[in-house]
């Protein structure tokens, strides 16, 4: 019963159990459930649960890369059957992230790429030490809707201003919202660059993100 088979895929990512998400979802797809809702009803009812636990302080960053993994290897799962079924999977937008040059802390922005990805987001992931004129190349070459720049160093954080003016200078801010973050940063440090958002961890990152291509849940 397709029913129950997404509650268990939705609470096996609640509970944090990568083998049993994995499992389920190719169980769904062997019966047949369709990909769409196996993401909606199993895969992104159970992140929202994890999403609204960890705001509320019950879960803490571990939960959150736990699920956000498991999301991951499931939607590598599901993404083939949705091309093969040629259902288009509407993208809830573009975003090219990176972490800025000359800093390699990688975990936040991976995260955050990560959960926006199981949020139906298209990631493009630059890596780490990303320097000004990728962001603007590949936010050109994608089509981007959204930059998100990481800066975990005081140092580097002026590297998110700079990418910024970068963009303006290539004639594309008017297409691309930015949004940025990192432990040095904040809300005072996004409006001082010109970014259009900023978000403290990858939960908010979403919120902002689907605020800022008009998806609301902002
Ligand atoms: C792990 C770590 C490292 C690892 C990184 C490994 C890796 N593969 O990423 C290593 C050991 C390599 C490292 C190196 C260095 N580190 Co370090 N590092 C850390 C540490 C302990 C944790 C960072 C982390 O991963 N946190 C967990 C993630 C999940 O949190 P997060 O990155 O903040 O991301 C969340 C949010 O910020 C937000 N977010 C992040 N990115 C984005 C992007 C967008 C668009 C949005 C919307 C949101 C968002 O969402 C994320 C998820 O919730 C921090 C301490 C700290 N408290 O931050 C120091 C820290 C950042 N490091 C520091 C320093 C000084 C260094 C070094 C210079 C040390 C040295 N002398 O060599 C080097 C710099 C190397 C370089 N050029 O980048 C300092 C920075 C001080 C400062 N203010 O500038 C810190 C604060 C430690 C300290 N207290 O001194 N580091």
Redesign the pocket.
Known sequence: MSTDLLARLSSSLVDGDPDAVVALTREAIATDVPPMTIIDGGLLAGMSIVGEKYSCGEYF?PH??VAANAMKQAMALVEPELRRRQQVFESAGTVV?G?VK????????S??GTMLSAHGFTVHDLG??VPIERFVSAAREHDATLV?????????MGGQRKVIEALTAAGLRDRVKV???????SERWAEQIGAD?????????VA??RRLVGAGNG
């Open positions: 960053l959150l890369i992230i972490t000359g800093d390699i802390h990688e975990i936040g922005k995260l955050v780490v030490d998100g720049m990481s800066a975990l160093l005081t140092t580097t949004m940025v973050g990192g432990a040095p940063v958002g900023y978000a403290e961890d990858a939960v908010a990152a902002l993100a």
